[in-house]
């Protein structure tokens, strides 16, 4: 089964490809909204946002394996994404994320069973004044410790 | 005209070129890996910088433009050191695994390496592994190791075929050349991908691990496939002195020819030599005499005494002559003045060679290398299929083409039964050697030399790319000596001692042969 946007989807595309000359050059929000709609990119989306944007399967390949905020497969509700750059590391980064996946029994880029968490590191989240951080969905945590995970993760229901 | 200065040198070129045509122009060759005259530039493997006066960085030759005053060196220190540093990026992870490597000998990697290599690596970590053996393609293998990134592959998929199977994947240290799941590279023009990869990326199956490419001589020819008339060179192995290889041709490859082909072959063409290494005559046969050594010399006379036999009076009832559109101009020509207008031959047909699927590029429906020729030289052919035969039939001679089908030898065939002598002039084993009273052996396109008109009306000439194979010879050679033994006028074929003599011949006669000569 291809998937297919809903209408809503299918009005908000179509404010985003009214912002450029060429339809070629909406792919980025356009896969923004794939996702937002799908939660990851696979193979059918690929296919179906090619044909919107009359360029070839391809060349949505291209564009999606080089951003990395594109999932290529399922995550969970919650996709926590831990800072591995360089203020983050100094600052205990590493063993926050060994926490972390310890704490949901999961490897690196994996989701936990109940769909709910999947974990990824990121690299620099441009907020060293809070070092070490990392971000859940699309919103900011800072100066953790393993405490403060702790609460996130109890708050995330 | 612009005035530029390359490696000190004045030189006047045309505006709007790069400095890197400039500088092929005069002859400077800046060492390159992307670059390929055929796509716009890229500039991805920085090979190409050269040093502009004024300007603070190196330039990359390839997309820049020259200016009038421009004063570019293609080899002083500066440049020389960043092309060291350039190539020790581009090895870092290459596995320099050239005693496997079928590009070895051809690679310009390995030519750049020579000379400007470090050969002390400076690295000390362990070299990427990365899949060596992709099957992207019916006759192509990927190496991602050995992968420059160079994308010509990709560019030729997205601007020649336009059939889009390539992409670069991931980035930075992950990036490599792919397929989609479902989307292998599937077009009649893939065999192009592994002759453009500058590097062992992309090679072919048909070449893969079978001979070294320093032991393969290389000839120019014509493709004589189709009625395009494509510029190829032929690569053959002689073989050892002591031992056989299994193959004489190895492989096909384009050559580049702005008026027919640009700077590709189809894969039919590419893949398609068989018939030069396999079921070939390489002796003259003679029925009812079994493996006796049969010479040319002692052979023409015979056949002139079996050609006497037939009585002038029946010649235009009686004798059959068989022709073919793999015929080259001279041999054609040769044909109507011997054959035809002296020894009368008046029933003259064709093997109809079917037509194939063609395409909007190089491709024609028409699969006859050479029926414009016949057309331009007025040779007016009956259809071996279609047109009545006459009722009796005392002489045949017919020459056939090598990738005579079936249904061709079949219409051959039907002439061969009702005929008393079948005289054969062919380069393969075919249903009619058989049953033939002699069989002459016939050199192929590829080890002759003549000319051809192809679909355009272009007149090509061609010369040998290897040698004819066994006792086979041209069928020029053949006319002219048949002519030399039977014909009256003999004197007159003293004359023709190459097929250039011959088209000179035929130009006298007919002043705008193959006008759109090359």
New interface residues.
């Given amino acids: 089964m291809s998937p297919e946007f809903s209408d809503k989807v299918k009005k908000q595309v179509q404010d985003i490809l009214a912002h450029y000359p060429e339809k070629k050059a909406a792919l980025l929000p356009v896969l923004h909204v794939a996702q937002q709609e799908f939660g990851f990119i696979g ?1 059918d989306t690929e296919r179906m946002v090619a044909a919107l944007l009359d360029i ?4 949505v ?2 564009v999606v ?2 951003y990395t905020m594109y999932n290529r497969k399922p995550v969970g509700k919650y996709h926590i994404q831990v800072c591995s750059n360089l203020s983050c590391s100094l600052l205990g980064g590493a063993g926050l994320l060994d926490f972390l996946l310890k704490k949901l029994n999961i490897g690196l880029g994996e989701t936990t069973k109940d769909k709910k968490f999947t974990i990824s590191t990121v690299e620099c989240l441009g907020a060293c004044e809070q070092a070490p951080c990392m971000m859940v969905n699309f919103d900011y945590y800072g100066d953790l410790d393993e405490e403060k995970i702790d609460k996130i993760l109890d708050n995330l229901k | 005209m612009v005035k530029i200065f390359i490696d000190e040198k004045p030189f006047e070129v045309e505006e709007g070129i790069t400095v890197f045509t400039a500088a092929e122009q005069a002859g400077i060759e800046i060492p390159h890996l992307c670059y390929h005259p055929a796509f716009a530039p890229e500039g991805t493997c920085r090979m190409c910088l050269v040093e502009i006066e004024g300007v603070p960085k190196l330039e990359l030759s390839c997309a820049t433009v020259v200016r009038d005053g421009m004063k570019v060196s293609t080899n002083n220190e500066r440049v020389v050191e960043a092309r060291k540093g350039v190539l020790e990026f581009l090895l870092a992870d290459h596995p320099m695994d050239c005693p496997i490597c079928d590009q070895a000998g051809d690679c310009k990697l390995q030519d750049y390496y020579e000379k400007y290599g470090m050969f002390e690596s400076r690295y000390s970590e362990n070299k990427e592994k990365r899949e060596k053996k992709r099957k992207i393609g019916q006759t192509l293998i990927h190496d991602q190791e050995r992968c420059v990134l160079c994308r010509r592959c990709v560019r030729f998929t997205r601007e020649i075929t336009k059939t889009h199977e390539l992409g670069v994947f991931e980035r930075g240290v992950h990036a490599e050349i792919s397929i989609l799941e479902d989307g292998p590279v599937n077009n009649k023009y893939s065999g192009n991908l592994a002759e453009i990869c500058p590097v062992g990326a992309i090679t072919d199956l048909d070449f893969r691990f079978q001979t070294r490419s320093w032991f393969l001589k290389s000839g120019d020819s014509i493709c004589p496939l189709c009625s395009r008339g494509c510029s190829i060179t032929i690569d053959s192995h002689k073989g050892f002195s002591h031992f056989k290889v299994p193959k004489r041709v190895y492989r096909i490859q384009s050559r580049r020819n702005e008026n027919i082909n640009g700077f590709w072959i189809c894969d039919i063409g590419r893949y398609g030599y068989g018939y030069i290494n396999e079921n070939r005559l390489e002796q003259i046969l003679l029925k009812n005499e079994q493996n006796e050594a049969m010479d040319w010399e002692k052979a023409l006379k015979i056949l002139s005494e079996k050609m006497k036999k037939v009585h002038p009076m029946d010649r235009s009832s009686g004798a059959v002559l068989i022709l073919n559109p793999w015929l080259t101009n001279e041999e054609l020509f040769l044909i109507k003045k011997f054959l035809i207008e002296n020894q009368e031959f008046e029933n003259v047909y064709l093997i109809d060679i079917p037509d194939g699927e063609g395409d909007d590029f190089l491709i024609t429906t028409e699969r006859s290398p050479n029926k414009r020729g016949l057309q331009e030289l007025g040779l007016k052919a009956k259809s071996l299929s279609s047109d009545k035969l006459p009722e009796k039939i005392k002489l045949v001679l017919a020459f056939t083409p090598p990738n005579i089908d079936s249904a061709g030898s079949a219409s051959v065939k039907a002439v061969f039964d009702k005929a008393e002598t079948k005289i054969l002039f062919a380069s393969n084993k075919n249903d009619l050697s058989d049953v033939s009273d002699m069989v002459f052996p016939t050199a192929v396109i590829a080890e002759k030399s003549g000319s051809l008109i192809n679909i355009d009306g272009v007149l090509q000439n061609f010369s040998p790319a290897l040698e004819a194979l066994g006792d086979s010879r041209p069928e020029w050679q053949i006319l002219v000596e048949m002519a030399k033994e039977i014909d009256i006028n003999h004197k007159y074929y003293d004359q023709f001692s190459s097929p250039e003599t011959i088209l000179q011949e035929i130009r006298k006669e007919i002043s705008d042969f193959g006008k759109k000569s090359d």
């Avoid at chain 1, 070839?56 to 060349?59: C, D, H, I, M, R």
Wanted: proline share 11%; hydrophobic share 20%.
């Fill in positions: 193979e070839k399967p391809v060349q390949r291209e394996t080089f």
